[in-house]
C-alpha cells in the first residue's frame, strides 16, 4: 500500500471533489472562516467593535 491512508483517503474523495458545486461550497466556507477570523482578531485591538457593528 503505497501512499498510506491519506492517499486512500483522497482517492475516495476526489470524484466528489470535481464536482463544482462541491468546490464553491468549499471555497465559501473557507471565506466565512477567514472573515470570522479577521473579525475576531479586529474584536481584539478595537474595543467596543461589536456594538459598534450591530446598533
Request: overall charge neutral; charged content about 15%.
Amino acid at each position: 500500500m503505497a501512499g498510506g491512508p491519506l492517499l486512500q483517503l483522497w482517492e475516495n474523495l476526489l470524484p466528489f471533489a470535481k464536482d463544482l458545486r462541491i468546490r464553491f461550497a468549499i471555497a465559501m466556507l473557507g471565506n466565512v472562516l477567514a472573515i470570522l477570523f479577521i473579525f475576531t482578531l479586529c474584536k481584539m485591538f478595537i474595543p467596543g467593535l461589536e456594538e459598534q457593528l450591530f446598533n
